[in-house]
């Protein structure tokens, strides 16, 4: 087996909120260029782990994380909980796609343009052709470039997490974070968001929260569940042999 | 593709934002606290300058029921349960009333009427305290005198007029509070079987159980801290209420009427006294409050809902006293405009502004106008707009503070000296702004003096609150994943809020902003103390004294002298209201434009 | 009796000329001037104060004069803190203001204080006893003073009041005014109140009778401006402006001008006996 270079590397990671713990002594690799899975049953500390790695916790009162966090960068190795990256550079690196699609009440192009032009001080054109890349990569390009005006909010559900995507991978981070991208769309557009990241699988390490089996199957490199706040089970290169997998996973948990 | 991360691309942009969501971040914690600050400093003066009376021990003397200073009785017992009798009686009578007519608004019955009654809740507002209380005086003394005879000015007048003042208050707490848990929850009650008002009953009320006690806690407050309505109506005279129809002088009109005393006398320290038990009082009423049980409404009265709700005959209980209370809201309101209208509309021309002086040179200052109210109307526009140049950058910069960056202790400091604050009742910050004036020029500034600065400054501490409390809580309310998202993307923080935080939540902040403002054009009793004159001509600069609409209301509702000062009386009271009025409306068509940009 | 008449006509065309000189003299002394004069103080003083600063500010724009009532102790506060330039007050200045701020005073009108009535009521003559009885709340009742069967309505002014002290020291003795007086804040206003209701007592400067009050004889004296400088009624006294320290520049002006010789018109208006 290949030693894989780790993007993150998690040592002893507990979090706390308002004296909670959610999660305790994390140790965790999350290996550069892979698709990561996050699994298990509701309340584990699936999505804190997620948003241990941008550091989303923070955003809420009374979040302590502990331990060890490293980024492995081409740059040097950085410790982003240690200051050495600030939180928008961090944010940037690692893109995030929430559970429910969250559209800006504006425009189906300003959707992804504002944050570009805000962020990386984009110019009209240039965000423009990041917003047709992005829609591309995403697949909606075709289904939104007449209405690009529209408010994105008239968009299906489907189409408007393919947005969030789109409006995330603008960004070009070098990870992306997936907190349940599919499970509050029906199956149709499930079905296509779980299309679409497979084709980014391999171009972004994916860390990805799902309680969908067969699509962690078909997907995931790596397996980790979650129990109560700590890895229960840990399942490296599923790519092997995925078929065998799938009947395996239930036993994970 | 390009390798490269994009945010290593521009290094000095990203310092800049760096730096610049660094310098958003220290201003707006340091204009939060100033809130804390005032505070301290408010409570610092009441505290030294009733001093005296704990080193003097003329305390026993203060806690008794006679008010004769000329005999050397300095009781400020009267007063206090003056305040305590109207504030409660007040309250008592708004608080039923205001939720009666925000189930009435919540319903989904009736669109026009609702909207209507909406719309005059909400321009009630508008409305300033002293045009409340001059229609009073006018219309509803006279009333009250014919009906039950007496003196007039009593308890009664006073908490009838009070409780309209309040109920705005409380209902658009109220509505704001239960409408968001209305549309929360109305497919779930829909789903459930509910009928509208079942829904409104069993799972709106509950589900708004904050909202019903952040309306009683601004109401009552805003009964206790008022002084202009005591002062014009309730007769003022020291003594134990026996009776409605009595005369009784509130805390807050005692402080207006004998601050004019000799500095170091036993009356003098006795006002912060007064002022202290009035500041201890508000921030007690919101302790006990928001202290209270929990979040969820108490199984008692969830039983007596649900017993409401159940039975037919109770529903049209409820039904009847919604449509009573809008009922006596609008008549109350409508004639309360009407009689307005009908005695300044034929009095109101070029002549009532401008007196005998060519419109041209009064614009312009060349000449001063004599007989008219144009200085009164400049100086309050003035006041207005100084006033929300400082209250309304530091109190959204507090709100802002409040919800994003502050933390634990610092952050319930802060929340904590913004109720607070709220709860100061305006006479108190009058006093605060004279005795400041008067210790500046015992220390530093021996040139200080009560001006339309000074006016404008304590007023802006006065709204402070309001405008923080409007922004902390707007964007609190914006679903957490919309909070997340700017982070997510790699904004900072200042980014985050201004291209998506505060945009989404403009619609609260902006409406606390029209408050505040409102309350500014109006408020009577800071300037009372800090620098109006009755007459004065136009203010040329900020260390001017200055005429002031309200001020010119409440001087000539006392004392016209002549049908034409009662003229002038009833035409200012008609050009304030439409001035707050027109402040409303521009502030609406401002959040309706900013909203539209957001869309696009 | 023709001779007489000349006589007197030119007297009066004399008077009234050096009247226009001596007004011409007086208001051109503030041209060229600028600033602003604060007045503060006694509610009775507003009307002399309002006409003197609209003629001087008419004469001369470039100087701003600001009016504002509050009555006796604001006047003696806040001139005395420096906080106006005049302050104005209904009753002369205790010795222990004058030694505490350096005030000096200005006297510079009569004027009486008389119990005032609503005009429907028919009591029309009180005793000194019967007022001190009234305002202490030992009379309650109209009919126990000849008139209708109907409760007493007191009102009094606040402690801040020259006039409330001349009135409660002359003509109540120092005596208890009863708590449950409504207070109210100026002259005017206890016009105004006195006025609205039937029942209603109060008591204010003479200048500010009129026909919407009744001002009852007291102790058969009637209560005119004419009686008060005869010393034929006994409750007067006199208006001052006072200053911290010997007034200056535009202040001085101010002064001379309200106790000059053109300003005894105004002040007669007001209803005021002019000193000079």
Not at chain 2, 231 to 252: E, I, K, Y
Request: hydrophobic residues 50%.
């Amino acid at each position: 087996m290949e030693t894989l270079t780790p993007l993150f590397t998690l040592r002893g990671v507990g979090v706390s909120l308002g004296g909670r713990r959610i999660l305790d002594g994390i140790d965790l690799d999350i290996p550069k260029g892979r698709a990561t899975f996050v699994m298990g049953r509701s309340g584990a500390g699936k999505t804190t782990l997620l948003r241990v790695l941008n550091r989303l916790n923070e955003c809420f009162p009374g979040s302590e994380t502990c331990g060890d966090v490293r980024l492995h960068l081409e740059r040097g190795v950085v410790r982003p909980y240690a200051g050495e990256l600030s939180l928008p550079e961090l944010r940037r690196l690692v893109g995030m796609v929430f559970q429910h699609p969250n559209v800006l009440p504006m425009s189906i192009g300003k959707n992804i343009a504002m944050p570009l032009t805000t962020v990386h001080g984009f110019g009209r054109d240039e965000a423009m052709d990041a917003v047709r890349m992005a829609l591309e990569e995403a697949q909606l390009w075709d289904e939104v470039r007449d209405r690009l005006d529209t408010d994105a909010r008239t968009l299906s559900g489907g189409q408007q997490q393919r947005l969030c995507l789109a409006r995330t991978l603008a960004m070009r981070p070098e990870v992306l974070l997936l907190d349940e991208p599919a499970s509050s769309l029906d199956f149709m557009s499930a079905k296509g968001i779980e299309e679409l990241l497979e084709s980014l699988r391999g171009r972004y390490t994916l860390v990805v929260v799902s309680h969908g089996l067969e699509f962690a199957a078909r997907l995931a490199d790596d397996i980790v569940v979650l129990r109560d706040g700590r890895v229960h089970n840990r399942v490296r290169d599923i790519s092997e042999n995925r078929a065998a997998w799938l009947d395996g996973l239930e036993t994970l948990f | 593709m390009d390798q490269t991360p994009l945010c290593r691309r521009n290094p000095s942009r990203f310092c800049r934002q760096l730096f610049f969501d660094r310098l958003v971040r220290i201003l707006s914690c340091g204009s939060g606290f100033v809130s804390l600050a005032t505070l301290a400093a408010i409570f610092a003066f009441l505290a030294i300058l009733s001093l005296p009376l704990f080193t003097q021990g003329q305390w026993g003397q203060i806690l008794s029921w006679t008010w004769r200073p000329y005999q050397g009785f300095y009781g400020i017992l009267p007063m206090a349960a003056g305040s305590l009798a109207l504030s409660v009686f007040a309250f008592a009578l708004a608080y039923p009333l205001g939720l009666g007519v925000c189930l009435f608004v919540c319903s989904p019955r009736g669109g026009l009427m609702r909207r209507l009654t909406l719309s005059v809740v909400t321009f009630m507002t508008a409305i300033p305290t002293v045009v409340y209380g001059f229609v009073s005086v006018f219309l509803l003394v006279p009333l009250l005198r014919k009906a039950m005879g007496g003196s007039g000015p009593s308890l009664l007048a006073a908490a009838l007029t009070l409780a309209l003042l309040i109920l705005p208050t409380i209902v658009l707490f109220l509505h704001g509070a239960m409408r968001d848990t209305e549309k929360r929850t109305r497919l779930t009650s829909a789903s459930l079987g509910f009928s509208p008002l079942q829904a409104l009953l069993l799972v709106v009320l509950p589900g708004s159980a904050a909202g019903l006690r952040t309306a009683a806690i601004m109401g009552y407050c805003r009964a206790l801290s008022d002084t202009l309505i005591p002062l014009m109506l309730a007769g003022n005279a020291p003594q134990f209420p026996a009776s409605v129809f009595d005369s009784v002088r509130t805390l807050t009109a005692h402080i207006a009427l004998v601050v004019a005393t000799d500095n170091s006398s036993p009356a003098f320290h006795s006002l912060f006294a007064c002022g202290l038990i009035l500041f201890g009082v508000s921030l007690a009423v919101q302790a006990a409050v928001r202290k209270g049980p929990s979040r969820a409404m108490g199984d008692r009265r969830l039983a007596m809902l649900s017993f409401l709700a159940a039975r037919p005959a109770c529903r049209v209980l409820v039904l009847g006293w919604s449509a009573v209370s809008v009922a006596v809201v609008l008549g109350a309101v409508g004639s309360l405009l009407a009689f307005l209208l009908a005695r300044s509309l034929p009095v109101l021309d070029l002549h009532l502004f401008f007196g005998d002086t060519p419109v041209l040179a009064a614009v312009f200052g060349r000449e001063p106008v004599w007989d008219g109210l144009f200085a009164a109307c400049a100086g309050t526009v003035a006041l207005v707009a100084l006033a929300s140049l400082m209250a309304i950058p530091i109190g959204m910069g507090g709100g802002i503070a409040l919800s994003l960056y502050l933390r634990g202790p610092w952050a319930r400091a802060l929340r904590f000296s913004a109720n607070a604050l709220a709860g100061v009742p305006s006479i108190v910050m009058g006093l605060f702004g004279f005795s400041l004036v008067i210790f500046l020029r015992h220390t530093v500034a021996p040139e200080a003096n009560t001006s339309l600065l000074l006016s404008a400054l304590c007023i802006a501490l006065l709204v402070l609150p309001y405008t923080i409390n409007a922004t902390a809580q707007s964007l609190e309310t914006l679903p957490e994943e919309l909070r997340l998202l700017g982070p997510s993307l790699g904004m900072t923080s200042w980014q985050s809020l201004r291209r998506i935080l505060l945009p989404a939540a403009s619609r609260g902040i902006l409406g606390g902003v029209v408050l505040s403002m409102g309350r500014a054009a109006e408020d009577t009793a800071v300037i009372l103390l800090t620098g109006v004159v009755a007459q004065g001509g136009l203010p040329r600069g900020l260390f001017d004294k200055f005429e002031a609409l309200p001020f010119t209301i409440y001087y000539l509702a006392a004392q016209y002298q002549s049908e034409h000062d009662l003229n002038k009386g009833f035409g200012a009271a008609l050009t304030l209201l439409v001035l707050t009025a027109l402040l409303f409306c521009i502030a609406r068509a401002l959040q309706a434009r900013m909203e539209k940009e957001w869309k696009h | 009796m023709k001779r007489f008449l000349h006589c007197a006509a030119a007297v009066l065309a004399v008077f009234f000329l050096m009247c226009g000189m001596a007004g011409a003299d007086m208001l051109q002394q503030f041209a060229g001037q600028k600033g602003k004069i604060d007045i503060a103080g006694g509610t009775a003083h507003i009307p002399v104060m309002n006409e003197a600063a609209k003629r001087i500010m008419t004469a001369n724009p470039d100087i701003r004069i600001t009016v504002e009532g509050g009555g006796t102790g604001v006047g003696v506060q806040k001139a005395g803190e420096g906080l106006v330039d005049i302050g104005n007050t209904g009753r002369a200045l205790s010795g222990d203001e004058v030694a505490k701020y350096g005030l000096v005073s200005f006297p510079f009108a009569v004027d009486g204080v008389t119990v005032v009535l609503n005009p429907a009521n028919s009591v029309s003559a009180l005793t000194s006893a019967q007022v001190q009885d009234i305002f202490a709340g030992k009379i309650t009742n109209w009919k126990d003073v000849g008139g209708a069967d109907a409760a007493i309505t007191l009102y009094t002014r606040d402690e801040a009041s020259g006039t409330r002290e001349v009135f409660w020291g002359k003509l109540l003795k120092k005596g208890a005014i009863a708590d449950k007086a409504n207070v109210v804040a100026s002259n005017g206003a206890m016009k105004v109140a006195v006025s609205q209701d039937a029942q209603g007592i109060g008591y204010m400067s003479i200048g500010f009778v009129d026909a919407a009050v009744k001002a009852p004889l007291l102790d058969g004296a009637e209560p005119s401006q004419d009686n008060a400088k005869s010393g034929a009624y006994k409750i007067a006294r006199m208006l001052y402006m006072n200053t911290k320290g010997e007034p200056q520049g535009l202040t001085k002006l101010f002064i001379d001008y309200v106790t000059g010789p053109e300003c005894t018109e105004i002040i007669s208006k007001a209803g005021y006996i002019p000193l000079r």
